[in-house]
């Protein structure tokens, strides 16, 4: 089956760049969604579709996808944006929706 | 306003069984395809299931194949989770998730707050 594999942990300065890693074989060839849950809270859909944007997600959040990893980018982070983090693809080989592992981000 | 509300979820003993339900409203329910996905104490996202519009696609997680059941009732506004031969290793948060619409399954734009499943004796 189809794994997603992200660094369990990230530490970032407030204001500073963060980028999130999730790797897959020929990830780039599929659509990679990311999805943010906050303690004790239901996720949330952040970026799908490797770039788009819902309209409640900040342009301080962006993403991209090549070769064998999608990356997340939260550009000017906040406390706020402390969560863990979750990529997202379609397996249409097994017929399976996949999650990566997550990975907590921690602003410093 | 896009709201999802589960249900039925509680304390079941080893190889029990359980039925969840979740409730939508604020959107057209049959034009929309839905997810369970659950997510064990401490641990990260695990999808379980996937229904398409219609009934016309179902598809399950490996760890739960043949031991749960998506269902769906348009008219009702309702999806459905029937659980059987439940194990410790299905505790879990179980949430409903409503795709955003597009071809593929996944990328979930709405989810309920889910509903607690705990096996144990």
């Known amino acids: 089956s189809y794994v997603l594999t992200q660094p369990p942990s990230v530490s970032v300065a407030p204001g500073q760049t963060a980028r999130l890693t999730c790797g897959g074989n020929?990830?780039?060839?599929?659509?990679v969604h990311w999805y943010r849950q906050k303690s004790g809270q239901a996720p949330v859909l952040v970026v799908y579709?490797?770039?788009a944007r819902p309209s409640w997600t900040p342009e301080r959040f962006s993403g991209s996808n090549s070769g064998n990893t999608a990356t997340l980018i939260i550009s000017g982070v906040e406390a706020g944006d402390e969560a863990d983090y979750y990529c997202?693809?379609?397996?249409?080989?097994?017929?399976?929706?996949?999650f990566g592992g997550g990975t907590r981000l921690t602003v410093l | 306003e896009v709201q999802l509300v589960e249900s039925g979820g509680g304390l079941v003993q080893p190889g029990g069984s359980l039925r969840l339900s979740c409730v939508g409203s604020?959107?057209?329910?049959?034009?929309?395809?839905l997810n369970w996905v659950r997510q064990a104490p401490g641990k990260g996202l695990e999808w379980i299931s996937y229904?398409?519009?219609?009934?016309?696609?179902?598809f399950y997680a490996d760890s739960v194949k043949g031991r749960f059941t998506i269902s769906r009732d348009d008219a009702k506004k309702s999806l459905y989770l029937q659980m059987n031969g439940l194990s410790g290793e299905d505790t879990a948060v179980y949430y409903c998730?409503?795709?955003?619409?597009?071809?593929?399954?996944?990328?979930?734009?709405?989810w309920g707050q889910g509903t607690l499943v705990t096996v144990s004796s």
């Open positions: 998730a409503r795709d955003r619409g597009s071809d593929d399954p996944g990328s979930s734009n709405y």
């Open positions: 997202q693809v379609w397996d249409s080989s097994s017929d399976h929706v996949v």
């Open positions: 579709d490797d770039r």
């Open positions: 020929t990830i780039g060839s599929k659509r």
């Open positions: 229904i398409g519009r219609r009934d016309e696609t179902i």
């Open positions: 604020g959107f057209t329910f049959n034009a929309y395809q």
